[in-house]
C-alpha cells in the first residue's frame, strides 16, 4: 500500500538559520509532489508542486524552495528563514486525477 | 487567492443533528473534493465529486454540486463528537495539475 513520510513533525528554528523538510513516498511510483502551507485556523496555500524529477513548479513567491532529486522524494528548503514562514507544511503526493493523500504534516517555529 | 470559499466559518451543533457546509468556486473545475482535518493533523480525503455529477453519497456524508452557480455543499447526518474537525473543500481546477483549497469550516460537535 501507499503511504507518506514526512520529517521532523515539529521543528524550532532561529531567524537566519537554514531550513530542510523532506517528504517521502512509498508503494507507487511517478506521483504527483505537492508543498503546502497553512497558517494557524486558516486553509492551505500551495507552494509548490511536480510532475516528475526535477520539475517544479512554484506558486508563490518567496523565501522557500524545492527540489525532487529522486522520484518519490520532495524537499522544502530554505538559506535563510524569516520569521513569516512560521505554519505548518504539508506533503502530498496524487495520481492525474486523484484524490490527494497528505503526509502528517510539519509544524515550523521560525523564533 | 484561494479558490474555494466555505460557509460557515465555523459550525456548532449538538450531536446528532445534521452539518451543512457549503464551498464556492470561481473557475471551471474537473472535480470537486472534501477533506477533513483533525486538528494538528494532516488532511483526510472524505469524497470526490466530478464535474459531471450532481449529487454523491459515501455513508453518512451526502455532497452535492452545482457547476452553474460554481458551488457546493457537504451534509454530515446524525452527527457524532468524532466528526469534530475542519472540513475544506478543494477544487481541482480544469488545465491544471493541482488542487485550490479553501478556508475550511471549523465544525464542533457538542455531545
Known amino acids: 500500500s501507499q503511504t507518506i513520510h514526512q520529517w521532523p513533525a515539529t521543528l524550532v528554528q532561529p531567524v537566519g538559520s537554514p531550513l530542510s523538510l523532506e517528504c517521502t513516498v512509498e508503494?507507487?511510483?511517478?506521483?504527483?509532489l505537492y508543498w503546502y502551507r497553512q497558517a494557524a485556523g486558516r486553509g492551505l496555500q500551495l507552494l509548490f508542486y511536480s510532475v516528475g524529477i526535477g520539475q517544479i513548479s512554484s506558486e508563490v513567491p518567496q523565501n522557500l524552495s524545492a527540489s525532487r532529486p529522486q522520484d518519490r522524494q520532495f524537499i522544502l528548503s530554505s538559506k535563510k528563514l524569516l520569521l513569516s514562514d512560521s505554519g505548518f507544511y504539508l506533503c502530498a503526493w496524487s495520481h492525474a486525477r486523484d484524490p490527494y493523500t497528505f503526509g502528517s504534516g510539519t509544524r515550523l517555529t521560525v523564533v | 487567492s484561494q479558490q474555494g470559499e466555505e460557509d460557515p466559518q465555523a459550525l456548532s451543533i449538538q450531536e446528532g443533528e445534521n452539518a451543512t457546509m457549503n464551498c464556492s468556486y470561481k473557475t471551471s473545475i474537473n472535480n470537486l473534493q472534501w477533506y477533513r482535518q483533525n486538528s494538528g493533523r494532516g488532511l483526510v480525503h472524505l469524497i470526490l465529486i466530478r464535474s459531471n455529477e450532481r449529487e454523491k453519497h459515501s455513508g453518512r456524508l451526502r455532497v452535492t454540486l452545482d457547476t452553474s452557480k460554481k458551488s457546493s455543499s457537504l451534509l454530515i447526518t446524525a452527527s457524532r463528537a468524532a466528526d469534530t474537525a475542519s472540513y475544506f473543500c478543494?477544487?481541482?481546477?480544469?488545465?491544471?495539475?493541482?488542487?485550490?483549497f479553501g478556508q475550511g469550516t471549523r465544525l464542533t460537535i457538542n455531545p
Open positions: 478543494a477544487t481541482d481546477v480544469l488545465g491544471a495539475q493541482k488542487l485550490v
Open positions: 508503494g507507487t511510483s511517478n506521483p504527483n
